[in-house]
Nanobody, 121 residues
Framework: EVQPVESGGGLVQAGGSLRLSCAASGFTFDANAIAWFRQAPGKEREGVSCISSSDGITYYQDSVKGRFTISRDNAKNTVYLQMNSLKPEDPAVYYC??????????????WGKGTLVTVSS
C-alpha cells in the first residue's frame, strides 16, 4: 500500500523556517512527480510546489517563490519542502501528493494525511 507520510510541521514565529518531509514507499519512487499542497481553514486546497521525477524540474506558487525550496532524495524515497521567511498567510495543513506520472500537476495518485504548520506573529 502506498501511503505518503509527512513530517516536520509545527509552530514557528513569522520569519522563521521549517522543513517538511514526505516519505513514501510501495511504488517506484523515482518514477513519479511529487507535489506539496496546503489547505487553510475555510479555503480550498491549493498546490504549493512540485518536483518532477525525470529531470527534477520544480514549480512554485507565486506566493512562495523565493521562500520555499522543494527537493527530492530518491535514494531515501523522500521529498523535502524547505520553508523560509514564513508569513502569517502560510499556516495550513500541508499535504504530500504523489502525482500520477513523472510530470507535475498530472493529478494526485496518493495523498498523505498532512502535517500542520502554524505561524505566530
Amino acid at each position: 500500500e502506498v501511503q505518503p507520510v509527512e513530517s516536520g510541521g509545527g509552530l514557528v514565529q513569522a520569519g522563521g523556517s521549517l522543513r517538511l518531509s514526505c516519505a513514501a514507499s510501495g511504488f517506484t519512487f523515482d518514477a513519479n512527480a511529487i507535489a506539496w499542497f496546503r489547505q487553510a481553514p475555510g479555503k480550498e486546497r491549493e498546490g504549493v510546489s512540485c518536483i518532477s521525477s525525470s529531470d527534477g524540474i520544480t514549480y512554485y506558487q507565486d506566493s512562495v517563490k523565493g521562500r520555499f525550496t522543494i527537493s527530492r532524495d530518491n535514494a531515501k524515497n523522500t521529498v523535502y519542502l524547505q520553508m523560509n521567511s514564513l508569513k502569517p498567510e502560510d499556516p495550513a495543513v500541508y499535504y504530500c501528493s504523489v502525482q500520477g506520472s513523472n510530470w507535475c500537476w498530472s493529478g494526485t495518485a496518493y495523498w498523505g494525511k498532512g502535517t500542520l504548520v502554524t505561524v505566530s506573529s
